[in-house]
């Protein structure tokens, strides 16, 4: 993945957390953990993804549908449909 469509996993995944109550800290925590990870690395996309459970990742998908078109925003979009298409393989194989 390029550094763009990392950082603007990055941004989504930060706009999510967010919008959770931080009173223990549990928000401010997360939001750490996605400032902190890097965006040379392809595998960060799995962090910004697995991270949240099956709401937010719909959540995500909302909020990458928002952003403008661009060549980052078709890269994340698509390869959220390719981990779709993997996970649902996986499963159907069991």
Known sequence: MTKEALKLAKKISIMIWRTYDDTY???????????????DDPESMLFFWQQFDVLNQNEFELLLFNEPESPAKKEVNDWIENYKLEVEKVMYER
């Open 25 to 39: 800290g549990y928000a401010s925590k997360k939001i750490t953990a996605c400032e902190a990870e890097g965006t």
